[in-house]
């Protein structure tokens, strides 16, 4: 059933995934490797597997728990750039591209929260049976 809240949550994660491919650009962090594209591409795919395979909750959450940890990783990864950049940290003008896997990671954990609730509710229907 795609029109779950939990569905909603998981397709603002993967739009922040998005918007962060689309303001990433600029980000260099080791050198010639695109890490950034790569991550938000894996965040897009994991995404929308856990979006369209709503009939298996085990799958969602382990999809989910996935993309939460490429996102923490990506967290760090933006926030050592950001750090490394001239000027420190305080310069309000050097990006937003932190916010977004914040927001992502976010969205995921009210997600799964949401998708455990459907399994403890399945599992009690299906005990009255």
């Given at each position: 059933?795609?029109?779950?809240?939990?569905t909603?949550?998981t397709?603002?994660?993967?739009?922040?995934?998005v918007?962060?491919?689309?303001?990433?650009?600029?980000?260099?962090?080791?050198?010639?490797?695109?890490?950034?594209?790569?991550s938000c591409?894996a965040?897009?795919?994991?995404?929308?597997?856990?979006?369209?395979?709503?009939k298996?909750?085990?799958?969602?959450i382990?999809?989910?728990?996935?993309?939460?940890?490429?996102?923490?990783?990506?967290?760090?990864v933006?926030?050592?750039?950001?750090?490394?950049?001239?000027?420190?940290?305080?310069?309000?003008?050097?990006?937003?591209?932190?916010?977004f896997?914040?927001?992502a990671?976010?969205?995921?954990?009210?997600a799964?929260?949401?998708?455990?609730?459907?399994?403890r509710?399945v599992?009690?229907?299906?005990?009255?049976?």
């Amino acid at each position: 059933m795609l029109q779950r809240i939990q569905t909603i949550w998981t397709l603002l994660a993967v739009l922040a995934a998005v918007s962060l491919f689309v303001t990433g650009q600029d980000v260099d962090v080791f050198g010639n490797i695109p890490v950034i594209d790569i991550s938000c591409i894996a965040l897009v795919l994991a995404g929308a597997l856990s979006i369209f395979s709503f009939k298996n909750r085990k799958r969602q959450i382990l999809l989910n728990t996935f993309s939460i940890i490429i996102n923490v990783l990506l967290i760090g990864v933006l926030a050592y750039w950001l750090l490394n950049l001239s000027g420190g940290i305080q310069i309000p003008e050097k990006g937003i591209e932190p916010v977004f896997p914040l927001i992502a990671v976010i969205c995921l954990l009210i997600a799964n929260v949401l998708i455990r609730r459907d399994e403890r509710l399945v599992k009690s229907v299906d005990r009255l049976r």
